[in-house]
Nanobody, 119 residues
C-alpha cells in the first residue's frame, strides 16, 4: 500500500505562481513514475505532467507546457509541480499519482489539493 499526500494548493491571482508537493510513503514499493492530474469543476480529470522516476525525463500536456515544471526528489520520494503564469483555466483540484509497476496504469492516487486562480 502506498500513501500520497499533496500540499501547496491555494488561491492565487492570474499570472501568479504556486508550487505543489506530493510525498509518497509506504513499505517496499517501487516507483516507476509519478504524475499530476487535475479536475476542474464539472469537467473530466485531465493529465497534466509526468516524470520517470529513474531517468527524470518529463512530459507535459500542451495546456501547461512552458508554464509548469514537474520535478522530483528521489531521496524524499517527493514530486513537485511548479506552476507559473497561472490562468483562471488552471483552477482545479490537483492530484498526484504513482506507478509502482512496469505498467502504464497509475496504481495509487492522492486526495488532491485545490488550486484557485482568480481573474
Amino acid at each position: 500500500q502506498v500513501q500520497l499526500v499533496e500540499s501547496g494548493g491555494g488561491l492565487v491571482q492570474t499570472g501568479g505562481s504556486l508550487r505543489l508537493s506530493c510525498v509518497a510513503s509506504g513499505r517496499g514499493f517501487s516507483n516507476y513514475a509519478m504524475a499530476w492530474f487535475r479536475q476542474a469543476p464539472g469537467k473530466e480529470r485531465e493529465w497534466v505532467a509526468a516524470i520517470n522516476w529513474n531517468s527524470g525525463s518529463t512530459i507535459y500536456s500542451d495546456s501547461v507546457k512552458g508554464r509548469f515544471t514537474i520535478s522530483r526528489d528521489n531521496a524524499k520520494n517527493t514530486v513537485y509541480l511548479q506552476m507559473n503564469s497561472l490562468k483562471p483555466a488552471d483552477t482545479a483540484v490537483y492530484y498526484c499519482a504513482i506507478r509502482t509497476r512496469d505498467h502504464p496504469q497509475y496504481d495509487y492516487w492522492g486526495q488532491g489539493t485545490e488550486v484557485t486562480v482568480s481573474s
